[in-house]
C-alpha cells in the first residue's frame, strides 16, 4: 500500500516526515484551530461548509495563512483522492484541517522558528470498529462534574483544539463506563454537546437542540436541520436540563465521522425504552439517500471487515 501524503506547509509529503517542531504554538499552548471532514465514496462531503467554517475559525484568532479558500479546496480534494486510492472499495476517509499559530521564538533558543502559522491537512481510514456497536444498539453519555468551557472564555463557533476540558470530562465519565462518553453542562446546568458531537433530542414530535449560541454550530447538525425540513419535522432550539433529556422521546449525536448515532442512555438511566428509535431511523435513512451509501450498513460492514483482515 503507498504511503499516505500529508499537506504540510505548501508541501506534499510521505506521512511519515510530517513533523512539527517542538516548539510549535499548538503543542506549546494548544492554540491551534481545526477542521474535520469525511468522504462518502472517496468524495468529500460538504467541503466547502468546512472550509467556511474553518477561514471563520482563523478570522476569530487572526491567523492568515496566505492560501484562499478555493486554493485550499483544490488541495484538500487533491490530497484526499490521492490518499483514497489505497482504500478498499467499501471504505472511506476522514481528513483533518488544522492550523497553529507558528513557532514560538523563545522556545526555539538558537534555532530559527517559523512566524507564519503552520498549515496542515492529513487524512486517516474511518475508525468504524469504534462506532459499529454504539450506531447499532445506542450510546451512553454521562455528565461529568468538568463543565463546558463558557463562550465568554472562547468563542463556540470557533472549531479549536484547546480542549483539555473534554479530555478531562471524558477521562471522567470513563470510570464509571468505559464506553461512555462526557455530556457537558454549561455553569448554568444546561445541557451543551460531547467532545465530538452535537447532541439533539426528541419531543412531541419535533427534534430539539441546545441553543447555538452556547455550542459549536456543527456541519452535521446543519444537515440534520436540512434533513428535517425535508421530512417535515420541526426543528427547534432551547436551554435544556438533564431531567428534559430523561423525558426525551429519544436522543441523538450527530458528527462529522458517523453521522448520527442514538443516545440510549443518560447518567446510567434508560432514554424512552433504551433502544434505537424511529426519528433515528427516518433521519439516517434520508441522510443515507442524499449521499448514496447506507451509513449504518457501511460502519457495521466496515468494521466486521477491518476486523477479519
Known amino acids: 500500500m503507498t504511503e499516505p501524503l500529508v ?10 516526515q510530517a513533523c512539527l517542531t517542538i516548539y510549535d504554538a499548538g503543542i506549546v499552548l494548544g492554540a491551534t484551530v481545526s477542521e474535520q471532514t469525511r468522504t462518502f465514496g472517496k468524495k468529500l462531503f460538504r467541503l466547502d461548509d468546512h ?20 486554493e485550499l479546496a483544490q488541495t484538500s480534494q487533491e490530497l484526499a483522492a490521492h490518499n483514497a486510492a489505497g482504500l478498499e472499495d467499501w471504505d472511506d476517509l476522514g481528513l483533518c484541517h488544522f492550523v497553529t499559530a507558528g513557532e514560538i521564538p523563545v522556545y526555539a533558543g538558537s534555532q530559527p522558528a517559523r512566524s507564519r502559522p503552520t498549515i496542515c491537512a492529513h487524512t486517516y481510514p474511518l475508525p468504524f470498529g469504534q462506532w459499529a456497536k ?4 445506542g450510546t451512553h453519555l454521562i455528565t461529568p462534574s468538568i463543565r463546558q468551557v463558557p463562550p465568554e472564555s472562547i468563542d463556540p463557533h470557533m472549531k479549536c483544539r484547546s480542549r483539555m476540558h473534554y479530555y478531562l470530562a471524558d477521562k471522567e465519565v470513563r470510570t464509571a463506563d468505559s464506553e461512555a462518553s462526557a455530556l457537558l453542562l454549561d455553569l448554568a446546568g444546561n445541557v451543551t454537546e460531547t ?33 428535517a425540513a425535508k421530512l417535515g419535522i420541526r426543528f427547534v432550539e432551547r436551554n435544556l436540563r438533564v431531567p428534559d433529556v430523561l423525558r426525551a422521546s429519544e436522543a441523538f449525536l ?56
Do not use: H
Request: proline residues 6%; aromatic residues 6%; glycine residues 8%.
Open 7 to 16: 499537506y504540510l506547509n505548501s508541501r506534499m509529503v510521505p506521512a511519515s
Open 51 to 70: 472550509l467556511d467554517r474553518l477561514f471563520r475559525s482563523l478570522q476569530i484568532v487572526g491567523l492568515e495563512i496566505g492560501l484562499t479558500r478555493e
Open 134 to 137: 454504539k450506531i447499532q444498539f
Open 195 to 227: 467532545s465530538t458531537a452535537n447532541f439533539l433530542m426528541t419531543e412531541e414530535g419535533q427534534i430539539v437542540s441546545p441553543y447555538a449560541s452556547t455550542t459549536l454550530p456543527g456541519i452535521s447538525r446543519v444537515m440534520v436541520i436540512e434533513l
Open 254 to 309: 450527530s458528527s462529522t465521522g458517523f453521522c448520527l448515532m442514538p443516545v440510549t442512555r443518560l447518567n446510567a438511566v434508560p432514554i424512552a425504552d433504551g433502544k434505537p428509535g424511529p426519528m433515528f431511523r427516518r433521519v439516517i435513512d434520508a441522510w443515507s439517500q442524499e449521499v448514496g451509501i447506507d451509513i449504518e450498513r457501511q460502519i457495521v460492514d466496515g468494521a466486521q471487515r477491518r476486523q477479519s483482515t
